[in-house]
Nanobody, 120 residues
């Protein structure tokens, strides 16, 4: 019903930057909030950053000051600008959206993930 497609992952050296994109499509009445999560090998999935319908943002302490989340509402797209990357940022990054569908139901949707690898 709703699809999220991520892009922008890849291999980057420590100290480098990447920008992730996630576009939502489908039976969307409104997107209430979007966010990025990540899961490193052998680790649990953790919240990285979120942005609400009021454009308030929240970041994990580990990325605050280095990552920036933003939204392009007409495009139903969320971005994650990642700067000063470290090997600890290596993970699969997943896009999440809290969506109100045309059926007036709220659901959380997930993208398939994009790999970010930080290595020299």
């Amino acid at each position: 019903q709703v699809q999220l497609v991520e892009s922008g992952g890849g291999l980057v050296q420590p100290g480098g930057s990447l920008r992730l994109s996630c576009k939502a499509s489908g039976s969307i009445f409104s997107i209430n909030a979007m966010g990025w999560y990540r899961q490193a090998p052998g680790k649990e999935r953790e919240l990285v950053a979120t942005i609400t319908d009021a454009d308030s943002t929240n970041y994990a302490d580990s990325v605050k000051g280095r990552f920036t989340i933003s939204r392009d509402r007409p495009k139903d797209t969320v971005y994650l600008q990642m700067d000063s990357l470290t090997p600890e940022d290596t993970a699969v990054y997943y896009c999440n959206a809290d969506v109100t569908t045309w059926g007036s139901d709220d659901y959380d949707y997930w993208g398939q993930g994009t790999q970010v690898t930080v290595s020299s």
